[in-house]
């Protein structure tokens, strides 16, 4: 639709590295930049609902990094959108350290219809804040859609999300009480929050799907390659994201199957699963700089000794 267009990106991103323009680190280019190329060429709604996707886009480009998520691991986060108290809680300040400027994650069972989401960090030049940007991309790839949630230094996940909600009511300039906005929209992009989350979480479990050099290939070769051919698909680099911890939900799940289908006798409580969460803490000297730590409590089985299980375990020595 726009032949040239990263070319016209990369010159505006290179007027920030000459110091002819200027807006914070944590954006690689805000999304204002596409609007104003798109809006000399195109009407301005157009303008305005392609900006995002092109600047997403661009954004990715640059590092090609997509994070695939065990279908089970994913669900299991996203159900934690329904009860949100473990995330309200936590400082918004995380989401401002994304592995990359902007990534890509798989994940098809969040949302129907949808393969995964772009996320990065937007610099808002009308009201100088930084913004979590979510693209979701649909499976068969014809069109996106955006989310936005502002990111209020120093609060919380919930202050932002009500600062997102009350600034959009007002946008709209219609009188919309809080509890009438529709609480399907905030929990879609709170399904995709938890998966940014557990990316940045101490625990989390990635591993490589392919090897970044393979084998009779160097690492300058490799470097080269990606300058030289930079809209290939080779040049993706695909993580697989909670490949064990996704295998242990389908087992834990599988015995809470069988357990709820057995009948109790007497006082015994039935095995049932816990929803997973969030557990955040500080460590560091108080008088110098601290790191905040978050950490994912995967879904648990209570009552694990009512399940019938036929699995026998050997402790083995050397």
Not at 106 to 124: N, Q, R, S, W
Not at 141 to 166: A, N, R, S, W
Not at 168 to 188: C, F, M, P, S
């Given at each position: 639709m726009e032949p040239g267009i990263y070319g016209v990106l990369d010159v505006l991103r290179g007027a920030k590295d000459s110091g002819k323009m200027n807006w914070p680190d944590y954006c690689e280019l805000p999304i204002s930049a596409a609007y104003t190329y798109l809006a000399d060429k195109r009407d301005e709604q157009t303008a305005a609902g392609l900006c995002a996707e092109i600047t997403a886009l661009w954004t990715w480009r640059r590092s090609k990094k997509v994070y695939s998520f065990d279908p089970d691991l994913a669900q299991a986060l996203a159900a934690q959108a329904e009860d949100v108290q473990g995330t309200d809680v936590l400082p918004c300040d995380l989401l401002m350290h994304l592995?990359?400027?902007?990534?890509?994650?798989?994940?098809?069972?969040?949302?129907?219809?949808?393969?995964?989401?772009?996320?990065?960090?937007?610099?808002?030049?009308?009201?100088?804040?930084?913004?979590?940007?979510?693209?979701?991309?649909?499976?068969?790839?014809?069109?996106?859609?955006?989310?936005?949630?502002?990111?209020?230094?120093?609060?919380?996940?919930?202050?932002?999300?009500?600062?997102?909600?009350?600034?959009?009511?007002?946008?709209?300039?219609?009188?919309?009480?809080?509890?009438?906005?529709?609480?399907?929209?905030?929990?879609?992009?709170?399904?995709?929050?938890?998966?940014?989350?557990?990316?940045?979480?101490?625990?989390?479990?990635?591993?490589?799907?392919?090897?970044?050099?393979?084998?009779?290939?160097?690492?300058?070769?490799?470097?080269?390659?990606?300058?030289?051919?930079?809209?290939?698909?080779?040049?993706?680099?695909?993580?697989?994201?909670?490949?064990?911890?996704?295998?242990?939900?389908?087992?834990?799940?599988?015995?809470?199957?069988?357990?709820?289908?057995?009948?109790g006798t007497g006082g015994t409580k039935r095995s049932h699963t816990r929803r997973g969460h969030w557990h955040h803490y500080w460590t560091g000297p108080k008088q110098g700089d601290r790191k905040l730590v978050l950490k994912w409590t995967a879904p648990t089985v209570i009552h694990p000794e009512n399940i019938e299980d036929n699995v026998v375990v050997y402790p083995v020595k050397k």
């Open positions: 592995p990359y400027p902007c990534i890509y994650i798989k994940a098809p069972c969040v949302l129907e219809h949808a393969d995964g989401f772009f996320v990065f960090i937007e610099y808002d030049t009308n009201h100088d804040r930084p913004e979590l940007r979510i693209q979701w991309m649909f499976e068969d790839m014809q069109y996106t859609f955006p989310q936005v949630l502002h990111l209020l230094p120093g609060e919380t996940i919930k202050d932002c999300i009500l600062d997102t909600i009350h600034t959009t009511q007002e946008n709209l300039k219609e009188d919309i009480k809080l509890q009438d906005v529709d609480v399907g929209v905030a929990r879609i992009i709170l399904s995709a929050i938890q998966l940014v989350l557990y990316l940045l979480s101490d625990n989390v479990e990635i591993e490589q799907a392919v090897p970044e050099v393979e084998k009779g290939e160097t690492k300058k070769n490799v470097t080269t390659l990606k300058k030289k051919d930079q809209d290939k698909a080779s040049q993706v680099q695909e993580y697989l994201v909670g490949v064990r911890v996704g295998s242990a939900l389908r087992k834990a799940k599988s015995s809470y199957n069988r357990s709820a289908g057995s009948t």
